[in-house]
């Protein structure tokens, strides 16, 4: 086979499908994509949201939730915890219809279908302001985590205490404005450290302790833009170069700025693994086109992932996964194409929101469904012979072999991960939401000069120009570490951090 050239039917460039991925969709009988991977990815990531929460009531019970599903939404929304329990009748389409197109019945089903509030592993304690969370206590506006106690705006952050504003982060405790980093304890506005302590402003450091503005040490202390001081010179800089004041802490980070644009932001890190490329591999073989994963085998274009094996176009979660083709957040599954939100599954197409379930062709909102399409139960042997005629009649008009279409995404656009990453030409603000907020300007300077009037108050960021709160546990979080408040609106920090964590594009 020979290197094929494409084009790519969303943004129009050339993309290549070398003999490697045409080999690939030969063994798993799709065709090649008609868009480039990263028109693949942006669609994929238009059905994730992470962290846009939104206060809604339950279609089940009536009960006030708070979702990641906005309340206007056509179809049924219940609690997760009611979802899991089957008390309702699952609907479905009586028949297909071979005179309309998959895609127009399917929707039919898209908007009819329960689906879940949000997406939890359970056991979340007093932390419902969470998503894609397990085993989470005191904990709010945390996400993709797990086991975490007493953390507030996180975004990958597992078994750890007492952080905020991190992302990437991993048995750390009191972190602060931390970016991949782990076994680390009362470090603040640092990234790519590990075992690091009582330290302020690192970059690749390890086991550094009481240093501040350090780049690339190990096993150090008392160290100042990589100087070596003595204890009591350390300390006299502590004082001079306070945190505890927003005047003084925005000089500092304009100096680290400055002083680190020598030193790479980010490490290319491929390690413990064969034949791979990309950006933080770790323990993979074979891999290509991969980001932010480990344990992967055979795999093309998987991001945010970890035990995919023999898989293209993924992202999110893998965990003992095999055989998926254009999925995204999929966990515990086998031999899926086209799939969205599916768990412990095997033998799935074009299923959406799934748990539970074996040889299902259109499906949404199903669990524990057997030889079904668009969530009617068939016989083994009509179910593989009404699949093998849609599939037939869906490749001959175009349908099959692309991710569902944008409009069966359970939420807009601009609430996804991918206007994380692609945003939008412009964001638009509410009517109702401008001149609402007070000036960032009337912040007391000083953290200790901060009193209990801060939290009730509605600030405007400067940054999105919308308006935020502060919470009091944010508050006295800030106080218990000395440093000043900050000006901007977690959303705001959110997308500053995000500017350091390895992505593909």
Known sequence: MTTIT????VCSGDFQIDDQDQAYYEKRNVPLPTLCPKDRLKRRLSFRNERKLHKRISDLSGETIISNVRPDVPYPVYHVDEWHSQDFETPYLES???DRSFFDQL????KIAPRMHKASAGNEENSE???HCGFCRNCYFIFNSEDDEDCMYCRFADKCTDCVDCTNILHSELC????NVKNCYNVKFSDDCDNCTDSIFLRNCRGVKNSMFCYGLERKEYCFFNQQLTREEYEQKLKEYRVDSNGVLEHLKKSWDEWSKEWPR???IILNSENCTGDSIYNSRNAFDACNVTELQDCRYILNSRDVKDSYDFYAYGMETELCVDCVTIAHCYDLKYCNYCMRSSFLQYCDNCWGCENCFGCIGLKDGKFCIFNKPYSEQEYF????RIVECMRENGEYGEFFPQKFSMFPYED???NDYFPLASSSVLADEIGVGESVEIIPDLISEVGADLESKVYMCPVQGRPFRFQKRELDFYKKIGVAVPRMSFEARYLKRNELVPFIY
């Open 6 to 9: 494409k084009k790519c039917r």
């Open 96 to 98: 297909y219809d071979f």
């Open 107 to 110: 929707y039919d089903l898209w």
């Open 129 to 131: 302001y969470s998503n």
């Open 176 to 179: 602060y404005e931390c970016v």
């Open 266 to 268: 980010i490490r290319h």
């Open 385 to 388: 012979e009404l699949v093998d």
């Open 416 to 418: 996804t991960l991918a």
